[in-house]
């Protein structure tokens, strides 16, 4: 089949989507979309393009059985900008191919992140990786003392450059705060499970708000695949079995058994539940029996 075109990844292509003070997400090509992943799909089958609703019933279908080889036909490419400390996080997904800029051969630009005054908040007294509600003390005087150190910093920088030393080793010395970039490609199936992870409301905010900005990409390039992504995996709630457990007990009027954390855990999962807003339910996919 010829190259899928997708108008509204068209209109994204090459058009910075602005994140945290200084970085950015531009979707720099994609190949595929979701009709690319129909056609993948209906190979097994032996059938060609169906109907726009036998299409979407389709996808859902895939998605809601964890048939994930489909969606790996649909690929992304971002060009990103994010601080160190952002993309240490980010490399951890290793399911894709990357490029970045490398301080060997390029000198390293001026530009630290600064973090927003309502992002500075204090330590979480019961999560040891996160920052909790309260806001810190004389944030903006941290605020400035952290800009002070990244000017000093870089300042030292221009000068073992400007001294002679190799920009492999004058590039030591400069904090995590640095901006890089790189080059991102990953397939749909793996960019959902980056997304299902980093736009959590657990994950650190830095990169949340740069998965966001990429969820907006593959929205545009995959709206029923998308779609189904939010139906079945974003809106979804998974239960471990001693939840499962606890649930049963629930709707049999019985008390919960769970207390402490796993009765918080629980509780939070619940709470996701009760809120969930469901898409349109898509027609039933029935596949073709053996």
């Given at each position: 089949?010829?190259?899928?075109i997708?108008?509204?990844a068209?209109?994204?292509l090459d058009?910075e989507?602005?994140?945290l003070d200084?970085?950015?997400?531009?979707l720099?090509d994609y190949?595929?979309?979701?009709?690319?992943?129909v056609?993948s799909?209906r190979?097994?089958?032996?059938s060609?393009?169906?109907?726009?609703r036998q299409?979407r019933a389709?996808?859902?279908?895939l998605?809601?059985?964890e048939h994930?080889s489909?969606?790996e036909?649909?690929?992304?490419?971002?060009?990103t900008?994010m601080?160190i400390?952002v993309a240490?996080?980010?490399?951890r997904h290793r399911?894709?191919?990357?490029?970045e800029?490398s301080g060997?051969y390029s000198?390293?630009?001026d530009?630290?992140?600064v973090p927003?005054?309502n992002?500075?908040?204090?330590q979480?007294?019961?999560?040891?990786q996160?920052r909790g509600?309260?806001?810190?003390?004389g944030?903006?005087q941290i605020?400035?003392?952290?800009?002070?150190?990244?000017?000093?910093?870089y300042?030292?920088?221009?000068?073992m450059?400007?001294?002679?030393l190799?920009?492999?080793?004058?590039r030591?010395?400069l904090p995590?705060?640095?901006y890089?970039?790189?080059y991102?490609?990953?397939?749909?199936h793996?960019?959902c499970?980056?997304?299902m992870?980093?736009?959590?409301?657990?994950a650190?905010?830095?990169i949340?708000v740069y998965?966001?900005?990429?969820a907006?990409?593959?929205r545009a390039?995959a709206p029923?695949?998308?779609e189904?992504?939010?139906e079945?995996?974003l809106g979804?709630?998974?239960?471990?079995?001693?939840?499962?457990?606890?649930?049963?007990?629930?709707?049999?009027?019985?008390a919960?058994p769970?207390e402490?954390?796993p009765?918080?855990?629980?509780q939070?999962?619940m709470n996701?539940m009760l809120?969930a807003?469901p898409?349109?339910?898509p027609?039933?996919?029935v596949p073709p029996?053996?």
């Open positions: 089949m010829a190259r899928s997708v108008p509204e068209e209109a994204l058009q989507i602005k994140v200084k970085g950015f997400v531009r720099v190949l595929g979309g979701d009709e690319r992943i056609q799909a190979v097994s089958y032996g060609g393009t169906k109907s726009y299409d389709l996808i859902h279908y998605m809601r059985n994930t489909p969606f036909q649909v690929v992304l490419t971002f060009h900008k601080p400390f240490r996080q980010w490399v399911t894709a191919r990357l490029n800029i060997r000198v390293m630009r530009e630290f992140y927003d005054p992002q500075m908040r204090v979480s007294t019961d999560n040891k996160a509600d309260e806001a810190v003390e944030a903006e605020i400035a003392e952290m800009q002070t150190d990244q000017a000093h910093l300042r030292h920088y221009e000068g450059i400007e001294k002679g190799a920009r492999e080793i004058a030591a010395n995590i705060s640095l890089t970039e790189w991102w490609q990953m397939d749909f793996n960019l499970r980056f997304l992870l980093r736009m959590d409301s657990h650190q905010y830095e949340r998965a966001e900005a990429m907006k990409c593959a390039v029923m695949a998308y189904a992504f939010e079945h995996i979804s709630v998974r239960f471990s079995r001693t939840e499962c457990e606890a649930l049963s007990a629930l709707l049999s009027g019985k919960n769970l402490g954390r009765l918080a855990i629980f939070e999962k996701k809120a807003a898409a349109e339910a027609e039933e996919f029996s053996q």
